[in-house]
């Protein structure tokens, strides 16, 4: 469904991306890993399409995708959906929820494409009765699932999480991956989801690629995982991650 082709993106003498392939099915999630710094943001946002790479080309079911500042039809813009990192920074602490879902309605209403009603995209978040909530009140987590339904309502076929967790405690994160994965699961949507701080307690991602210095170095099925992993950097996340559990076990 998407794949990516040989991306490269310079900063100046910074390489974010070096020579990177991946590809990912219909109904696929792919876990993005790999430590501050090694470009998983850059690729999620050529994915999406916000970003042009220097070489390579993002292609979405076998067509080229154009970035945002170059024409691009509205079912590619609507079919790929971003839900950034800070819950607080997204989302207008004056609006209403009901207004902070209004602007995707009104698009596709006006394209003329079918979308999901904002009642009920909160019902399927589980924030049926926060419509007419000021979004100030909102804890960092159910903001968080205000950015998911909102990202549902074009009806999209991939969902790009950009350390949508990284801001949230840990029970409101293991909630939003289970969000995901439901969506995943009943929808048929596409996951590629950013981490730098895998929990790899929690099982139920499809697929890992791990990327360091602009390049991926190690990719395979999240199962198993923990014992396969072959790359160096690979067992160096392990390993970091379990030192930090050891440290921390909540």
Same mark, same amino acid.
């Given at each position: 469904?998407?794949?990516?082709?040989?991306?490269?993106?310079?900063?100046?003498?910074?390489?974010?991306?070096?020579?990177?392939?991946?590809?990912?099915?219909?109904? $696929?999630?792919?876990?993005?890993?790999? $430590?501050?710094?090694? !470009?998983?943001?850059?690729? +999620?946002? @050529? +994915?999406?399409?916000?970003? +042009?790479?220097?070489?390579?080309? %993002?292609?979405?079911?076998?067509?080229?995708?154009?970035?945002?500042?170059?024409?691009?039809?509205? #079912?590619?813009?609507?079919? @790929?959906?971003y839900i950034f990192q800070?819950?607080?920074?997204?989302?207008?602490?004056?609006?209403? %929820?009901?207004?902070?879902?209004? &602007?995707?309605?009104?698009?596709?209403?006006?394209?003329?494409?079918?979308?999901?009603?904002? $009642? #009920?995209?909160?019902?399927? %978040?589980?924030?049926?009765?926060?419509? #007419?909530?000021?979004? !100030?009140?909102?804890?960092?987590?159910?903001?968080?699932?205000?950015?998911?339904?909102?990202?549902?309502?074009?009806?999209?076929?991939?969902? @790009?999480?950009?350390?949508?967790?990284?801001?949230? #405690?840990?029970?409101?994160?293991l909630d939003v991956f289970?969000?995901?994965?439901?969506?995943?699961? &009943?929808?048929?949507v596409s996951l590629l989801?950013?981490?730098?701080?895998?929990?790899?307690?929690?099982?139920?991602?499809?697929?890992?690629? %791990?990327?360091?210095?602009?390049?991926?170095?190690?990719?395979?099925?999240?199962?198993?995982?923990?014992?396969?992993?072959?790359?160096?950097?690979?067992?160096?996340?392990?390993?970091?991650?379990?030192?930090?559990?050891?440290?921390?076990?909540?």
């Amino acid at each position: 469904m998407l794949t990516l082709e040989h991306i490269h993106k310079h900063y100046g003498s910074l390489c974010a991306a070096d020579d990177v392939t991946l590809e990912l099915a219909d109904g $696929e999630s792919l876990v993005l890993a790999g $430590e501050s710094g090694s !470009g998983k943001t850059t690729l +999620a946002k @050529i +994915a999406a399409g916000v970003l +042009a790479p220097d070489r390579g080309r %993002v292609l979405l079911d076998g067509r080229p995708l154009a970035p945002l500042c170059r024409r691009r039809s509205f #079912d590619q813009c609507a079919g @790929i959906q971003y839900i950034f990192q800070d819950p607080y920074g997204a989302l207008d602490p004056g609006f209403t %929820v009901r207004r902070a879902l209004d &602007e995707p309605a009104r698009i596709c209403r006006r394209r003329g494409r079918a979308f999901l009603p904002a $009642e #009920d995209a909160l019902f399927y %978040v589980g924030l049926s009765d926060f419509l #007419d909530r000021p979004l !100030g009140e909102l804890s960092g987590g159910q903001r968080q699932k205000v950015c998911i339904a909102r990202a549902l309502m074009p009806l999209p076929r991939l969902i @790009i999480a950009d350390e949508s967790t990284a801001m949230l #405690d840990r029970q409101s994160g293991l909630d939003v991956f289970d969000l995901l994965n439901r969506i995943k699961d &009943e929808k048929g949507v596409s996951l590629l989801v950013i981490l730098h701080d895998v929990d790899f307690s929690y099982a139920r991602w499809d697929r890992i690629a %791990v990327m360091r210095q602009g390049k991926i170095v190690e990719q395979a099925r999240f199962a198993g995982f923990r014992s396969s992993a072959s790359h160096p950097y690979s067992r160096d996340l392990l390993a970091a991650y379990d030192f930090f559990n050891r440290r921390d076990p909540s």
